[in-house]
Structures are given as C-alpha cells and as structure tokens.
C-alpha cells in the first residue's frame, strides 16, 4: 500500500483550506461535515462559498498564504490550482509535520482524500492514492448501489448494545458470532424494512436467550483455486472471512490470503520439495486441536482440496474426533490453469477422456500407469512434474506416444505472471530447462495443446517455444 488508510477526528479542531474556487468549496464543506473549524486563505471567494460566508460557517482570510498561518493548524488542504503555492503549502506543512493534502498532486500529499459512501456512523472510502481518482469514484458509485442508506441505521441499533453485548459475553470470538448473526440476520432484515423499533426488539430477545458458553470449534476446508483471486466461490470468500484461525499451503498466493479476515491467526504449514515446514500427521492434529478449543478454523488449500491436496485425509481425522468441517472445492489446477492457456482438455477433434496424475518424484523415480496414460486420443494433465519432466517425457515415449506429442508446462497459471511454453514430448525438457521455469507448474500432454494458438485468449508471457 502507497498510503495507510486512515479516519481522522478533526471535530472542533481547526483546518486551513488554500484557494478560492470551486473545488476549494467542496473541500471545505466536506471538513465543516467532520466538525471541523475552517479558515480558508484566498484573496477572493468564488460564489460557492456564498452560503458558507452568510450564515459564517468558515473564516475567511484575504491575505496571501504565508507559512505562519499553519500555527494552531491540526490539517491542511491546498486547492490553489497555482504550482508555486502548491508547493509552498505543502514544503510548510511538511516543515511543521502536519497533514497536507494538494489537490491532483499526489507527489506533495502527506494524506490523500478519498470517495467517501456516508451511511454515518458508518463510513467508506475508495482510493487509488491519486493516481486515477475518477476510478475511485466510479468504484464509489457502484458500492453506493450496493449499501443501503439504512446501514447507517444498523450501525446505531448496534452501538446502543455494544456495552451490553460486551457485558453478556465473556470469550470474544462468542461475541463476534453473536454480532455476525445479528447484523447478518433478522435484525437486520427488520431495520432495512423501516421496522427499527422490531429490530431493537428482537436483537433484545437474541441477546437475552444467548449463553456465555465457549463457542464451538468447526473447520472450514476451503479450496483457494489455482492463484487468481478472482476464481474464489462466493461461499469461500465468506468462510475466510469469518474464521478466526488460518491454516494455509505455500500454493496459496498472498492475494488470496489477503482476503482473509485481517485479524485472524495466520499459521503456515506449507510444504515443499524438501522443506516440510510440518508433517502431514501434524497438520491434521492441529486442525483437531484449534476446533477444540473453540476457534473457527480456515484450512485454505491451493486449487481444490481433493485433488492432490489430502484433504481427505485432514477431514478424515475430524470426523474421527467428532470435530464440525466443511468442504468448499476449488476450481483445481487443471481445469483453471489449463482455460487460462487457451488448452481445452477434451476437444471431439483430439481428445475424448482425460486424466490428473502427480509427478512428484520419489527415490528419482516417477511410479505411474505408463500404459494407461500413453493411449492415444488422451489429454494427461500432470501436477507437480516440473522436477520429474524428463522422466515424464521418457517413459511417455518408451511406452507408445509419439516423440512429437504436443505438451505444454504453464507456470503460475491465471496469474498475471503466467507463463505458457508449448513443445513435444521431446523438446519440452530442454525448453523448460532453458527458460527457467520454477512452481508452480502444471503440464499438459496431448494434441489440445496444439489449440493454444488459436484460443489462447488470456495473453501475458509467452515463452519461447518451438
């Protein structure tokens, strides 16, 4: 982030606004909102300051801007639209340490001013760190359809209980459930429909019935799909917002992570080629342990859990200990990765079946079905074989398909970092070799490969091939 988001009590506290024009009128009336005492600096006001001058609302000094006027200032906002005065302004501020805003000029800003959604006491801000405000306000304008104004009526409801609610509950994590049901519940529906009196009503039944009881551990097995964050299911967006524990892989990037509930725990099990920060057998223990004692856990896996994820094996063991899961797929590897390259895996041209096998190597061995996956009119989508590609590549060959089989390795799929290299079974281990491809990859073996050309819509790196 270029800029720390921040709200500022400036209530009572006095602000300067430099400039006399249009835009210094809006900057000014949205401080006099915030309770703030204004002094605007500028020979002479443009009309729009009419209203604020006739009921003195604002001070206003005719004078030049010199530095001492900063004296006794808590902020300042410059909307001269002059370069040397914004320049001065802002090198004076910085001298004193205050707040600085110049309009359009993001190089001279200590805070950048934000599009606002008021729904008081609740409050959003959208920006871009001044780079494209109009962005800003187009993403503004299409949250403002998506909140209703009566939130604004849900965070009061909410804050005349806040000290009760505090005072019924002892273990904090109880107290967020209870607040999510609420504020995702009847309640809720009550206040948007203008029953507000119901609403206060039933959230006083809630509270009186609930118990201070520990809250009840569950875990949340959650597929994080192939890197893109935009390929999460609207269910694994809400289960990683609510957990209060993060159990998450090295495949799970940190856009994804990010989405995750800000203060939840976070602990990393991620396992690599010779580097198991834990052992499978640790992992699911803990996952038993964090439920048990009352925490709501997130157990965020790359791709989709049951496909060479063994999640099977971490819920098995919660189902043996009686522990609560859920199961939300993933779109796996295979299938994101593979419509990101423009590589469909079954094509009634070239092929008609498909088949996912891991080419994780073990003892500089790979033990597959060779037979079963050198048939012809068969797309082989092959998981972590990067390391084992020429022993892939060989025994393909040795057992029946061509030399000259199309076959593709895609690094980082759908990510803006993907990388496709398209080669044969006998080319693409070098190919790889040579263009420094690392993991995450996956591998495609089969005559769809040869539609990348064609259908590869998602362009970002394409490495040399041939």
């Known amino acids: 982030m270029n800029f720390l988001p921040l709200f500022m009590n400036i209530r009572g506290q006095r602000c300067l606004v430099v400039g006399g024009d249009e835009t210094a009128a809006r900057k000014t009336g949205m401080l006099l909102d915030c309770g703030a005492l204004v002094t605007v600096v500028a020979p002479e006001l443009t009309s729009h300051f009419s209203d604020l001058l006739e009921q003195q609302k604002i001070n206003h000094c005719r004078t030049a801007f010199e530095p001492q006027l900063l004296d006794e200032i808590a902020l300042v906002i410059c909307a001269s639209g002059d370069d040397a005065l914004d320049r001065a302004v802002s090198q004076a501020a910085n001298v004193r340490h205050l707040p600085v805003n110049v309009v359009d000029k993001p190089e001279l800003c200590s805070f950048i001013l934000p599009a606002i959604i008021d729904r008081s006491p609740l409050i959003i801000a959208v920006s871009s ?247 012809p009119n068969q797309t082989v989508v092959i998981y972590m074989g990067l390391l084992g590609l020429p022993v892939l590549c060989r025994e393909l060959i040795a057992h029946g398909l061509p030399a000259d089989t199309p076959t593709a390795i895609i690094q980082q799929g759908t990510t803006m970092n993907q990388r496709v290299l398209l080669g044969t079974l006998e080319t693409l281990p070098t190919l790889a070799g040579q263009a420094n491809f690392t993991p995450p990859t996956l591998i495609i073996v089969g005559h769809v490969v040869k539609l990348h050309e064609k259908l590869a819509w998602f362009r970002t790196e394409m490495a040399h091939s041939s």
């Open 129 to 375: 760190g001044g780079t494209t405000p109009v962005l800003a306000r187009i993403l503004r304008a299409r949250l403002e359809t998506l909140i209703p104004s009566s939130y604004g009526r849900l965070a009061d409801l909410a804050a005349r209980f806040r000290e009760q609610v505090k005072q019924k509950f002892s273990h904090p994590p109880k107290r967020r459930i209870f607040w999510e049901e609420v504020l995702q519940g009847q309640v809720a529906e009550l206040v948007y429909a203008g029953n507000e009196a119901g609403a206060e009503i039933e959230l006083r039944r809630q509270l009186e019935q609930a118990t201070d009881e520990p809250p009840r551990g569950e875990v949340y097995l959650v597929g994080a799909g192939p890197g893109n964050p935009d390929l999460l299911t609207f269910r694994a967006l809400r289960l990683m917002q609510q957990a209060d524990v993060v159990v998450y892989d090295h495949l799970v990037v940190d856009a994804v992570l990010n989405m995750c509930r800000r203060d939840a725990e976070r602990i990393y099990v991620g396992k690599e080629r010779a580097n198991h920060t834990m052992r499978q057998e640790s992992i699911n223990q803990l996952l038993v342990d964090l439920a048990k004692s009352g925490k709501r856990v997130l157990r965020l896996k790359g791709g989709d859990p049951f496909i060479f994820g063994r999640g099977g094996e971490e819920i098995e063991l919660l189902a043996e200990n009686r522990v609560p899961f859920q199961v939300v797929p993933g779109i796996t590897a295979a299938s994101g990765v593979a419509s990101y390259a423009g590589i469909p895996l079954t094509h009634r041209d070239y092929a008609q079946s498909c088949v996912f096998v891991t080419g994780h190597l073990k003892d500089d061995s790979v033990n597959l079905d060779w037979n079963s996956l050198a048939r």
